[in-house]
């Protein structure tokens, strides 16, 4: 069994900060991605960035947050940050964190359909 816990989410004001956490814990793979993800009522899950096993690599943001989020690992390999900044009311949403069953330490998904964890997810509500 693999848990998946996200913290961090809150309420802010348009350009202002949050730091997202996400915990891994269980019987969890050897090699495992993490992504992160946001979904809205009424949407599909919408991938913001994910960060490889191997070399920590970032592979994408997508292009709605791109120099504003930053994605890093934290001191152990089982937590992963999402750092928010210059917020805006779009990004309004159920942020998830996600992990995949591993096996290949240099990837890491876009799709939500690659991933098989996932955390319960925090909102984020950002007013103007």
């Known amino acids: 069994q693999v848990q998946v816990v996200e913290s961090g989410g809150g309420s802010v004001q348009a350009g202002g900060s949050l730091r997202l956490s996400c915990t891994v814990s269980?019987?969890?793979?050897?090699?495992?991605?993490m992504g992160w993800f946001r979904q809205t009522p009424g949407n599909e899950r919408e991938g913001i960035s994910c960060m490889t096993w191997k070399g920590d690599t970032v592979l994408y943001y997508a292009d709605s947050v791109n120099g504003r989020f930053t994605v890093s690992r934290g001191n152990a390999k089982n937590t992963l940050y999402l750092q928010m900044n210059n917020l805006k009311p779009e990004d309004t949403a159920t942020y998830y964190c996600?992990?995949?069953?591993?096996?290949?330490?240099?990837?890491?998904?876009?799709?939500?359909?690659?991933?098989?964890?996932w955390g319960q997810g925090t909102q984020v509500t950002v007013s103007s």
């Open positions: 996600a992990t995949d069953t591993g096996g290949y330490d240099l990837f890491c998904g876009r799709l939500a359909t690659e991933y098989t964890y």
């Open positions: 269980g019987s969890t793979p050897s090699d495992y991605a």
